[in-house]
Nanobody, 122 residues
Framework: QVKLVESGGGSVQAGGSLRLSCAAS????????MGWFRQSPGKECEFVAA????????LYVDSVKGRFTISRDNAKNTVYLQMNSLKSEDTAAYFC???????????????WGQGTQVTVSS
């Protein structure tokens, strides 16, 4: 019954910005930590960012810190990933996740969206 639907992916030039959205349904959003992972062909699934249910605690992989910002709007059951200063290495399918705790391990997340493609050209 839990459904996470990502949107906002697309193609952008290096240095550009993009905002991903994830609409959640079928869960108590206010009590869920939310996160973003990404995966490109030939690469393992990589943690990107996460945010606690309250929005107070955030976690980022070092490569995106200072460029990406995760946020959430509990009234809209939506989590966002604002991506600035995009690089070609950010190209990947981005997946929205939901779970009990904020963690970098993929196994800690119970719910996964279908993904949205982000392509950064140089």
């Amino acid at each position: 019954q839990v459904k996470l639907v990502e949107s906002g992916g697309g193609s952008v030039q290096a240095g550009g910005s993009l905002r991903l959205s994830c609409a959640a349904s079928g869960l108590t959003f206010n009590s869920q930590s939310m996160g973003w992972f990404r995966q490109s062909p030939g690469k393992e699934c990589e943690f990107v960012a996460a945010i606690s249910w309250s929005g107070i605690t955030t976690l980022y992989v070092d490569s995106v810190k200072g460029r990406f910002t995760i946020s959430r709007d509990n009234a809209k059951n939506t989590v966002y990933l604002q991506m600035n200063s995009l690089k070609s290495e950010d190209t990947a399918a981005y997946f929205c996740t939901g779970g009990r705790i904020v963690a970098k391990e993929s196994r800690a997340w119970n719910y996964w969206g279908q993904g949205t493609q982000v392509t950064v050209s140089s």
